[in-house]
């Protein structure tokens, strides 16, 4: 099974930053994907950012320039810095991994979710 623990939402100014982390459990596959998708109330499931096992990222055009996700294998952590926060970025951020063998087969997991709030 694969556990991923989320910290670091909570409530912050427009302009401010926040840290996430999500903490995971299991081996490193062929291909193994971080990342972070977030949900507003009343829409749907989006993509974030992704990073790979070898560092490649990928960011929504909504966050390019504002944020950065990184992992750290040796503590099997990911983490999204999420500076110059608008309102828009209200949601459930949700830290998910997606991992492929050999055959390029695939599973994804998800975390709990943590809610960050951007208002004044």
């Known amino acids: 099974q694969v556990q991923l623990v989320e910290s670091g939402g909570g409530l912050v100014q427009p302009g401010g930053s926040l840290r996430l982390s999500c903490a995971a459990s299991?081996?490193?596959?062929?291909?193994?994907?971080m990342g972070w998708h977030r949900q507003a109330p009343g829409k749907q499931r989006e993509l974030v950012a992704t990073?790979?096992?070898?560092?490649?990222?990928n960011y929504a055009d909504s966050v390019k320039g504002r944020f950065t996700i990184s992992r750290d294998d040796a503590k099997n952590t990911v983490y999204l810095q999420m500076n110059s926060l608008k309102r828009g970025g209200t949601a459930v951020y949700y830290c998910?991994?997606?991992?492929?063998?050999?055959?390029?087969?695939?599973?994804?997991?998800w975390g709990q979710g943590t809610q960050v709030t951007v208002s004044s």
């Open positions: 998910n991994r997606d991992q492929y063998d050999s055959s390029w087969q695939w599973h994804r997991y």
């Open positions: 299991g081996s490193i596959f062929v291909l193994d994907v």
């Open positions: 990073i790979t096992n070898v560092g490649s990222t």
